[in-house]
């Protein structure tokens, strides 16, 4: 069974950092894409940040220039840097992964249970 967990959520004042990271275990052939999602109490979850295999990226406009995406595929692990943080960064972080189990097969989509980030104002 695959199981993606985050960790490295936690309280900071505006303008600190964090750094979130989701490691990816069980049995699979290879991780393909990978992203970040955040929800925020009452609103929709967003995307954050997305990242290819081979290194493509993508940001909400909204962290522009603040947060940087990165993988280890040796660890099976995808980062999220978070600089500058704001009051409005404040949501449960969730890792999303598209994860082939098998040779040859079509990919599934995974998800974390998600990790608390609180920017205090």
């Known amino acids: 069974q695959v199981q993606l967990v985050e960790s490295g959520g936690g309280l900071v004042q505006p303008g600190g950092s964090l750094r979130l990271s989701c490691a990816a275990s069980?049995?699979?052939?290879?991780?393909?894409?990978m992203g970040w999602y955040r929800q925020a109490p009452g609103k929709q979850r967003e995307l954050v940040a997305h990242?290819?295999?081979?290194?493509?990226?993508s940001y909400a406009d909204s962290v522009k220039g603040r947060f940087t995406i990165s993988r280890d595929n040796a660890k099976n692990t995808v980062y999220l840097q978070m600089n500058s943080l704001k009051p409005e960064d404040t949501a449960v972080y969730y890792c999303?992964?598209?994860?082939?189990?098998?040779?040859?097969?079509?990919?599934?989509?995974?998800w974390g249970q998600g990790t608390q980030v609180t920017v205090s104002s």
């Open positions: 999303n992964a598209e994860i082939r189990t098998a040779w040859r097969t079509d990919t599934n989509i995974y």
């Open positions: 069980g049995s699979f052939f290879s991780i393909n894409a």
């Open positions: 990242i290819t295999s081979r290194g493509s990226i």
